[in-house]
């Protein structure tokens, strides 16, 4: 139990200097520092920086699909998009370093379209995807393959914001999250039945 433990706090560090530093911030002797303990003895618990990344990354996932299950579940399914793409800007926004590791950085086994969203790997894709399948028994979308359209409607807001946090949209933040919602809105209605 005490082992668990001890692995918990060591991901629980490394998630915080990513979320303040980056991924490029995170190493074994920095997180041992933080934790209290050798670089030497996370390797007990993980083998490597790439399994530390990969147990944050699992964390995380977990974490913003958490947050979006708690989200408002009432109104029509275009007010709840609305609710879950606030969610999603919420957190790129709120934690820039994360977002881009988990969507845009290069590391040990990311998870891959299509297998691993098929399975269910990725909480927080599994989310849009129940979405969109509630959409296409509703009548709201067109029958389609709901992991596609759900990659489709994700991979079009990803785009924007990694527009807006390299810096390649002028707008203030207000105006960046109108941004999103009018071309989400664009997307639905293309959608459509």
């Known amino acids: 139990m005490k082992e668990q433990g001890t692995a918990a706090r060591i991901a629980d560090v490394a998630q915080r200097i990513l979320v303040e530093q980056g991924a490029e911030a995170v190493s074994m002797r920095r997180v ?10 996370i390797y007990r618990h993980y083998p490597n920086r790439e399994a530390l990344l990969r147990a944050v990354a699992t964390t995380s996932g977990r974490e913003l699909a958490a947050e979006w299950a708690r989200l408002p579940r009432s109104g029509t399914l275009e007010e709840r998009i609305d609710v879950l793409l606030d969610g999603f800007l919420d957190f790129a926004l709120g934690r820039p370093h994360l977002y881009t590791f988990l969507m845009s950085d290069a590391w040990a086994r990311a998870r891959r379209f299509p297998e691993d969203f098929r399975e269910g790997q990725g ?4 989310v849009i995807v129940e979405v969109v399948e509630e959409g296409m028994r509703t009548g709201l979308l067109r029958r389609d393959d709901p992991l596609e359209v759900a990659l489709t409607v994700t991979s079009s807001m ?3 914001i990694q527009q807006y946090l390299s810096g390649r949209v002028a707008m203030d933040e207000a105006g960046f999250r109108a941004l999103c919602h009018r071309c989400m809105r664009r997307i639905i209605d293309g959608l459509r039945v």
């Open 32 to 41: 041992g520092e933080a934790v209290g303990v050798t670089a030497m003895a």
């Open 123 to 126: 909480p927080p894709f599994t």
């Open 158 to 160: 990803q785009g924007l």
